[in-house]
């Protein structure tokens, strides 16, 4: 659609920013730029005087680096980043023909993620910062926020800075991708007991009028936000860490005390009424167009018959099928994909951030491990299908799809008969056995369940090789370049730095690469991808 662009020299500019350093600066060919800023976020001295209200009206905004629901940056940092290397989503248009599906992406989708998240989240942390003492239930609050924030960028690029970041700092040494895990999870840890005792004297809500989540203002919603987030964190870094045992066996063991999201009405999702759902405009406006499913999470959902499809994707205009575009075509043209499905989101629909299925399978993994996740693999599996067939309405066809033994095969045919894949293999069977098979069957679930939380998949599928997908169509990072080249079967394992660090930060983004343990290119393994057998 537009150019989304952000300021440059994302670190050597933190400190010239403010609390409007939240507002994304949009430039979309759908004029949402001056939707964005209708209700500017950045308050005046005299609103920051005192009280949670003042600080309250920097929330809204920072929330969003957690998942966007502002059009243009969800598509720029969810949609072509995560949602399409994660087999949920595909573009249908080639841009500039330097795209991340097609494993060549321009700087002005590679940057990003990297320059708008600090930039733009920062100026408001560091003000809530200042305004609290760096103390109280707000403060704890945007400390959770900040780890949601950061965990996206860290697993996308690798050492971030983290821990010596600083308000009016022009120069920030980078951690290395343990440290910053460990350093978030210590403020997880800070942050949930600060807000449970604060919860425990009666503090129940906190800054509802400023949540833009479904939790509006439940401080228990967001300590178990937190503590499921910390769970994520444990599973994410069990083939490389050996404290990710006890940090997951924590987590589990303080259900009674902190919770997780393991119900569908503890789901945390954003939403914001002068807005429409981002991927609703992005799959239905007459001036986008951009984004149809994906032929990998069609593939799976048919081959199973998936009763949750007609939830998750409009009908094709093939004999009202539900078919996927695969991903990363060179000249890719809308027309072309037109009628095939799109991701089913309504206008009014809220953009998923966390689902409760989710924390089911985190446990179910962490159980095949041998750790203490209080039940077993299956049964920790099995409720997480039930809890994703319950949320979308499946409940009465739970029973036939968990006892399913078939191994369907995985077949694509495109309609437009242009990308066929008639032989993809078997998927492995929905039903729990003791086959070699468990952690991709626990890996493929989970993703079907986690649709449209893309940074979620992909991160998965640079884990475990799971779910098994189609990989790009046109793979143009074959030949390398400055960034190196893309083994096609395995896609790309990260972005490379922003430009502007190597300009801005150059000691420290150096140094970065080397605590990155690779060149900074498209096939460097991050930390946790490097599994250790």
């Known amino acids: 659609c537009g150019v989304y662009d952000a300021p440059r020299g994302v670190i050597g500019r933190i400190g010239r920013l403010t609390a409007m350093g939240a507002t994304l600066a949009a430039v979309a060919c759908t004029g949402s730029f001056e939707e964005y800023n209708t209700k500017p976020y950045r308050p005046s001295d005299e609103d920051l005087e005192g009280d949670n209200v003042g600080v309250g009206i920097l929330f809204p905004s920072m929330m969003e680096w957690m998942m966007h629901v502002q059009v243009n940056a969800s598509q720029y940092h969810d949609v072509l980043l995560g949602d399409e290397l994660g087999g949920y989503a595909s573009a249908v248009k ?16 590679n940057d990003p993620l990297f320059e708008n998240t600090f ?9 809530i910062m200042a305004e609290t003492g760096g103390e109280g239930p707000v403060y704890e609050l945007s400390r959770i926020i900040r780890v949601a924030s950061m965990l996206r960028v860290t697993d996308a690029y690798g050492p971030i800075p983290y821990s010596k970041m600083q308000n009016g700092t022009f120069s920030v040494p980078y951690d290395s991708q343990r440290d910053v895990y460990m350093a978030m999870i210590d403020d997880l840890d800070e942050a949930m007991e600060s807000l449970h005792t604060f919860a425990a004297a009666g503090g129940g809500s906190l800054l509802s009028d400023f949540d833009i ?19 994520r964190m444990a599973i994410r870094m069990s083939g490389v860490e050996p404290e990710a045992q006890r940090i997951a066996e924590e987590a589990v063991a303080a259900i009674d005390t902190y919770g997780l999201i393991d119900a569908n009405a503890e789901n945390l999702q954003f939403t914001l009424t002068s807005r429409r759902n981002p991927y609703y405009t992005q799959a239905t406006s007459e001036s986008w167009q951009d984004l149809r499913s994906n032929a990998n999470i069609t593939m799976y959902m048919n081959a199973y018959e998936d009763p949750r499809r007609s939830s998750y994707f409009s009908k094709s205009g093939y004999d009202e099928t539900y078919a996927g575009v695969r991903s990363g075509i060179e000249n890719v043209l809308p027309t072309t994909y037109a009628s095939f499905s799109y991701p089913l989101f309504a206008e009014t629909d809220p953009v998923p951030v966390m689902y409760a299925a989710e924390s089911w399978f985190l446990r179910a993994e962490g159980a095949l491990l041998g750790w203490a996740m209080g039940d077993t693999p299956e049964n920790l599996y099995n409720t997480g299908v039930k809890t994703s067939f319950e949320q979308w309405g499946c409940s009465s066809s739970y029973e036939g ?25 078997q998927a492995v069977s929905v039903k729990w056995a003791d086959d070699g098979h468990e952690l991709e069957r626990i890996i493929t679930q989970k993703w079907i ?30 030949a390398g370049g400055m960034w190196g080249s893309v083994d096609g079967d395995r896609g790309m394992r990260r972005l490379h730095y922003p430009q502007s660090e190597y300009d801005n930060n150059r000691e420290n983004v150096l140094g970065g690469i080397q605590l990155l343990g690779g060149p900074d290119e498209y096939s460097t393994d991050v930390w946790w991808a490097k599994k250790q057998n």
């Open 449 to 478: 369940a986690n649709h449209m939380i893309g940074h979620e998949a992909w991160a998965d599928f640079r884990r475990t090789g799971y779910p098994r997908m189609m990989m790009a169509v046109n793979n143009l990072g074959a």
């Open 94 to 109: 080639s841009y500039q023909g330097q795209n991340i599906a097609t494993y060549n992406p321009s700087d002005d989708f």
């Open 119 to 127: 930039s733009n989240f920062y100026g408001n942390y560091f003000q």
């Open 401 to 425: 799809y968990i006892a399913s033994t078939l191994t369907p095969r995985l077949a694509y045919t495109d309609p437009a008969g242009k990308h066929d894949q008639p032989n993809f293999g």
């Open 213 to 231: 989540s479904t939790y509006k203002g439940d401080v228990s919603l967001w300590i178990q936000f937190a503590n499921t987030l910390k769970l």
